[in-house]
């Protein structure tokens, strides 16, 4: 059974930094693109970063690019998100998906492509 956990959220402080992790577990990376999207209060997900199944493309949101990096780790099967600089507006619950199995040049933002989700993890920016 193909299952994603999140975990590594939690309360901090502006300009402060947290990574969270997305262990996979009923596959390999090896053929699975991963998305990190979030949510905020009254607002609808977003992408946020993406990395694709061999690892050698990423995509970052605007609102991210320079300051969160998705990297992956095969030997234990998990994905990454670092996040510096956090801000009060990064506060969110924060996802990882799967896409369904394939071999991917690039990866996409938008949650159509993805097909497996975890339950998410909380991140609150505050002072």
């Known amino acids: 059974q193909l299952q994603l956990v999140e975990s590594g959220g939690g309360l901090v402080q502006p300009g402060g930094s947290l990574r969270l992790s997305c262990a996979a577990s009923g596959f390999t990376l090896d053929y699975y693109s991963i998305g990190w999207f979030r949510q905020a209060p009254g607002k609808e997900r977003e992408g946020v970063s993406c990395i694709t199944n061999s690892g050698m493309s990423t995509n970052y949101a605007g609102s991210v690019k320079g300051r969160f990096t998705i990297s992956r780790d095969i030997a234990k099967n998990t994905v990454y998100l670092q996040m510096n600089s956090l801000k009060t507006e990064d506060t969110a619950v924060y996802y990882c998906?799967?896409?369904?199995?394939?071999?991917?040049?690039?990866?996409?933002?938008?949650?159509?492509?993805?097909?497996?989700w975890g339950q998410g993890t909380q991140v609150t920016v505050s002072s």
């Open positions: 998906a799967a896409t369904g199995p394939g071999l991917f040049r690039l990866c996409a933002l938008g949650q159509s492509h993805y097909a497996y």
